[in-house]
């Protein structure tokens, strides 16, 4: 299978796609499930639950407030979503499109069989696996391709928007507590350095996607 499209237009395209609501809230499920897993398994409960919101947000923005273990495990779920970035436009770059939505399906399944247990979590994920599974199902193998591109843009593209809706926020934050004592507005320095380090890191996995990876397309 070809490109039928320069990979910068899937890009432009996920951008867009994330700032339409129903579409954004939809397709930012799969973030907020690798997140959630992510942390689920670096904390190592068993008996853990995952909740799905119906608007597919999940933006931390109270990390200096958590325990200095949680603020790490956090970090480290936004950090795995750099990483699965960089790991599914590797499979982009040897046609191993069928490869990334298998592996979408079988992130869904399992959070389902073993941490997703509220209505709109276990709809949505039961949605998103029949939409995966027609185009394998019928051998559509365009459809595929761009499926597996536009998911792969679109993580990278919420990873982005993550960074800076944190700094964004903190930044609102900031302005509320303009005229609180100095020790108030010390403990958004924590949410801004958060912010930042999830900004600086996600711009890295795109530039490091873009020279080091989609050349060999």
Known sequence: MNHTLPIPIYLVIAL??????YIRAYFSLCNTLLHEVIMVILEGKRASKI????NGSRVIT???NSSFKHSLITYAGYTGQ???AIGLFYFISNQN??????LFIALIVIAVLLWIRNVWGIIWALSFVVLLALPIHFQYNIAIMHISIFLSS????QSIMNG??????SLLERKKTAGSGFLVRLKLIPVMTF????LGQSLYTGYFIINHILHLL
């Open 16 to 21: 867009i796609a994330t700032q339409i609501p």
């Open 51 to 54: 909740h799905l919101p119906n």
């Open 62 to 64: 109270n990390a200096g």
């Open 82 to 84: 750099s990483l699965a």
């Open 97 to 102: 499109y069928y490869f990334i939505l298998y």
């Open 154 to 157: 679109f993580l990278l593209m």
């Open 164 to 169: 800076l809706q944190v700094c964004r926020q």
């Open 195 to 198: 912010g930042l380090i999830l």
